[in-house]
């Protein structure tokens, strides 16, 4: 099984930056895909990022498609979220999620069994 940490989230206001790092432990990280998911108050949990477990492969949703960048360090058993250019409509609580694969994969798709605390991240206007 693997433990999901995130941290790095915070206050910051509009047109600013944060960086969300998702730190793994239990397991050999390099078997997991792992994707961030972002849940709003009042509205439903979505999935806004997820690399492969190689990193070969990347998914971004439409909204923050060439604002977000996904990246991992297996060697450090952490996958980061650089978000640039912050808008208010990102303010949400912020999940990193991860999945198994049993070999190396491409997978990036929607479904997360190990999921982690999550981080607040407030963007004023």
């Known amino acids: 099984q693997v433990q999901l940490v995130e941290s790095g989230g915070g206050l910051v206001q509009a047109g600013e930056s944060l960086r969300l790092s998702c730190t793994a432990s239990?397991?050999?990280?390099?078997?997991?895909?792992v994707a961030w998911f972002r849940q709003a108050p009042g509205k439903e949990r979505e999935r806004i990022s997820a690399?492969?477990?190689?990193?070969?492969?990347?998914y971004y949703e439409d909204s923050v498609k060439s604002r977000f960048t996904i990246s991992r360090d297996n060697a450090k058993n952490t996958v980061y979220l650089q978000m640039n250019s912050l808008k208010s409509e990102d303010t949400a609580v912020y999940y990193c999620?991860?999945?198994?694969?049993?070999?190396?994969?491409?997978?990036?798709?929607?479904?997360?069994?190990?999921w982690g605390q999550g981080t607040q991240v407030t963007v004023s206007s």
């Open positions: 690399i492969s477990n190689r990193g070969s492969s990347t």
């Open positions: 999620a991860a999945q198994y694969q049993d070999r190396e994969s491409d997978y990036v798709g929607p479904l997360y069994f190990y």
């Open positions: 239990g397991s050999v990280f390099s078997d997991y895909a």
